[in-house]
């Protein structure tokens, strides 16, 4: 009986879990939330400045314009390249593979860190609250090179 | 050292290898050699040219991916910087790929893997200097064997049975030679970690396999002193050393005397880590030779230095040198001499001359009689600025081909800043003004926090034409070369911490933490640089709201008849970024496609295309994220057609005949994107 009692609660539980995925499915699917909706936080961004000076910019040069060996983590090169992903993409591509001599050497922390310097560096505003640092809630952040409401205002005029 | 996985995968791959083999002779045989690819630009001249006409303008937009092979697992990590060009021999693909450089061996037809072959080289592999999958290999045949040969990132040269993957017994030690060794000086700190290396293909031409050598980038050297870049020649049977061309001379060697105070004893680099072209009839090499140690301050190597940014014709046999020429005296602007020089037999002025064009970052195409050395066209010495850095030293002219005239930008004035609109030149004016400007060769200054910051350079260390160098047709005569026309390299010097170099001034900005620049993968064990104290200048970025701060085109090909040294046509090469075309200050403009700032472009061309990839990113109405593999007519340069890739083209593309059609493969990754060969084909008859 334990067992089963274990079970059911197990499968209200995976029903839960399948209800909840669902509904998580159904949200539209462009997310509402982009990196223009202030996702970082100024003081982030700080802190991740000087991790981005011990660890990246060897690399892709203090100004992030890149170098000989790797790529500008800045201007629109950089933006096209991620332009319609999610900062998931981005978050999980620095930490699967940076810093290339010792790639996953860093905590989550100390890459969304990184990241929210690279997003000040880019422009893209600071909020009110930090930088998530789980991939799957940063996959809801939409990498959006272009700012959303001058976006739809230029499509608007095209369409006028 | 030898990784036994991958033997025993070899063992297993080699079964199904050998049945391949069994009925591939007799068609090989038939195939006409120009259907080959069998050196990493095609032929030993440096040309990127094979005569197929299969694929043409009238089909091109119709190619299908035949196959297509991710590089993920060939290494420990997926990578994202495939740079390789395949080569094609006796109906058998071969690549250098993933991030353990392996060597793979597919068919042509179908990317079926025949054999893999990797080294695992632990601490030495993991601190080289130049890492990653590299640029390609060499094959060689005497008709019978088949070898293939290439460098490891450690600097060990491989020799395997191009058949098996296995490695020849016969060649150095059990296959192996190693690179460190036997080079005529000693490799410090020692034979692990000592910084040398190469990522270029090497070179076989007759019986000999000639290797350069390839260091970490150069702008924030923690030394003057470093090991050097000799290039040697070995005997493609044995992998004995048969010659060595001291890039540096030593004491008692012509051009010692180049190296004041003593300085060739301790300076280092100065190697070629561009790929070497050869003339087996003459029997000379062309050697294009890279910066020395420290690339934008000189002052530990006062005078010319000699042979640091010069092309050297060495003989093929001995390695002594025939001639040369210095296209940078006392180089401070990495001016690399950084791709294959191109063998051309040209007639000018109704003269046939034997000729090498050698493409270059600042846009230059220098001319030569390949026999003498002399400019073909008069290459006048030219004075240039003299800086002010304390304890440089400056070579008061260079040399300024009369002809052809410079094929891409490499000056900066106010001419060429962004001039969309008003407001945006008047932003870009603003960046501008915290810099000093100048035309080439305008040389490197000390930053100071109130300004100028430093020298805003293009046609430097990634401008114009890089590695991939340009393309050839021997039949026309006509060279295409695509080059970067708005890379900008700020280029201030700061003085260095004690701590940090022993070199005075180093690359970096007033008021910024001085930063060690590495190259891919370099060992990151070493203590990380101190901050400088001091006041702090602002950020500033190098582009006006993500706007390019030069005005197109940013990136071209120019078609160069070198007959007549006349640029015949310039084209904007690949779409126009997102990033302009989405501009709200740009809405309602048309602007003509500006190309792409993209510094690693190469270009194939064919009986009549010219055929390169985009080096970035686009979404537009006409495809979804991705780029486009693009076709020139070879006439006038205009489209003749464009096929999508899922990613930038980061490895030259290259082609040949299989079966009756006519492929064409690319390397392509970046961004989110691994690396990945994509080889295209016409689609079957009745698709």
């Given at each position: 009986m334990k067992f089963a009692r274990a079970s059911s609660a197990g499968a209200l539980g995976c029903a839960l879990f399948i209800a909840l995925c669902a509904a998580h499915a159904q949200e539209p699917s462009a997310s509402p939330k982009s990196v223009w909706d202030g996702v970082y936080t100024e003081e982030q961004a700080k802190r991740g400045e000087p991790i981005y000076g011990k660890e990246c910019a060897a690399c892709h040069g203090a100004e992030l314009m890149g170098g000989e060996s790797a790529p500008a983590l800045t201007g629109g090169g950089f933006l096209a390249n991620w332009n319609g992903l999610t900062l998931g993409d981005l978050f999980d591509r620095i930490k699967k593979t940076m810093p290339q001599t010792s790639p996953g050497k860093l905590t989550r922390q100390q890459n969304a860190d990184v990241l929210a310097f690279m997003l000040s560096r880019n422009k893209f505003p600071a909020g009110k609250t930090e930088l998530y640092k789980q991939s799957e809630m940063l996959k809801e952040i939409r990498f959006e090179s272009e700012k959303p409401a001058e976006k739809k205002q230029f499509r608007q005029r095209l369409f006028k | 050292m030898r990784d036994r996985k991958l033997l025993r995968l070899q063992t297993a791959l080699l079964c199904m290898a050998l049945v391949g083999f069994l009925v591939m002779p007799a068609l090989a045989e038939s195939q006409s050699k120009s259907g080959e690819w069998p050196s990493y630009a095609a032929d030993l001249a440096g040309t990127r040219y094979r005569p197929l006409d299969q694929i043409n303008a009238s089909n091109f937009s119709d190619l299908e991916i035949a196959w297509r092979i991710k590089t993920d697992n060939f290494g420990d990590r997926p990578e994202y910087k495939l740079e390789g060009t395949p080569l094609m021999a006796n109906g058998v693909l071969y690549a250098t790929a993933g991030s353990r450089r392996a060597v793979i061996a597919l068919d042509p037809g179908t990317g079926e893997l025949l054999w893999i072959h990797g080294e695992h080289e632990g601490k030495r592999g993991g601190s080289a200097p130049r890492q990653l999958s590299g640029r390609g290999l060499a094959y060689w045949s005497d008709g019978k064997e088949e070898r293939i040969l290439y460098v490891t990132p450690g600097y060990r040269l491989i020799c395997l049975n191009a058949k098996t993957g296995l490695p020849v017994g016969s060649f150095g030690k059990d296959g192996l030679v190693d690179l460190k060794v036997d080079n005529d000086q000693e490799i410090f700190p020692d034979l692990e970690t000592g910084e040398i290396g190469i990522q270029s293909a090497p070179v076989v031409a007759g019986n000999t396999v000639i290797i350069g050598a390839a260091f970490r980038?150069?702008?924030?050297?923690?030394?003057?002193?470093n090991n050097k870049g000799y290039v040697r020649g070995f005997d493609v049977r044995t992998g004995k050393r048969l010659w060595i061309f001291?890039?540096?001379?030593?004491?008692?060697?012509?051009?010692?005397?180049?190296?004041?105070?003593?300085s060739a004893e301790y300076t280092g680099n100065t190697g070629v880590w561009t790929q070497i072209t050869v003339d087996e009839q003459l029997g000379l090499v062309y050697l294009p030779v890279e910066s020395p140690t420290s690339d934008f301050y000189g002052g530990h190597r006062p005078g010319n230095n000699l042979f640091g940014e010069t092309l050297v014709c060495v003989d093929l046999k001995t390695g002594e040198r025939k001639w040369h020429f210095q296209l940078v005296h006392h180089p401070l602007w990495d001016m690399d001499i950084s791709s294959a020089p191109i063998l051309a037999d040209i007639i000018v002025d109704g003269k046939p001359v034997k000729a090498v064009a050698q493409p270059s970052k600042q846009g230059f195409l220098y001319v030569f009689d390949r026999v003498t050395g002399k400019p073909v066209w008069p290459m006048p010495e030219k004075p240039v600025e003299v800086g002010n850095v304390p304890g440089e030293t400056y070579a008061p002219t260079q040399p300024i081909p009369s002809k052809p005239r410079a094929y891409s930008r490499n000056g900066v004035s106010l001419?060429?800043?962004?001039?969309?609109t008003p407001v945006l030149r008047d932003r870009a004016k603003e960046i501008a003004s915290k810099y000093h400007l100048g035309p080439v060769f305008t040389p490197p200054i000390v930053s100071k926090p109130e300004g100028p910051l430093g020298t805003l350079t293009v046609g430097t260390a990634s401008g114009g034409t890089n590695w991939p160098g340009g393309s050839y047709d021997p039949e026309t005569h006509i060279a295409y070369i695509y080059a970067c026309n708005a890379c900008i390299e700020p280029i201030g010097l700061v003085a260095a911490p004690k701590e940090v170099s022993d070199i005075a001034y180093i690359a970096g900005v007033a008021g910024h933490e001085v930063t060690i620049l590495r190259g891919p993968?370099?060992?990151?064990?070493a203590d990380s640089p101190k901050p400088k104290k001091g006041p702090r200048s602002e950020y500033i970025p190098m582009n006006v709201d993500s706007l390019p701060l030069m005005k197109p085109p940013y990136g071209t090909i120019s078609a160069i008849n070198l007959d007549t040294g006349e640029i015949l046509w310039q084209i904007a090469h690949g779409e126009t970024p997102d990033v302009v075309r989405n501009s709200p200050a740009l809405k309602g403009m048309n602007i003509p496609r500006t190309g792409q700032e993209t510094y690693n472009i190469g270009t194939l061309i064919t009986k009549t295309l010219v055929i390169a990839g985009e080096g970035q990113v686009t979404t537009t109405s006409d495809h979804p994220r991705g780029a486009m593999l693009r076709a020139y007519d070879k006439k006038t340069g205009k489209e003749a057609g464009a096929v999508y890739m899922p990613a930038p083209q980061t490895g030259s593309p290259m082609t040949y005949m299989h079966k009756g059609k006519q492929y064409i493969v690319v390397a392509v990754s970046g961004g989110p994107y691994s690396g990945e060969y994509i080889a295209y084909t016409l689609p079957s008859e009745g698709e």
């Open positions: - | 980038e150069g702008m924030t050297p923690r030394s003057m002193r001291h890039t540096i001379p030593k004491k008692g060697e012509f051009g010692y005397d180049t190296w004041e105070k003593g001419d060429d800043l962004i001039d969309f993968g370099e060992n990151a064990g």
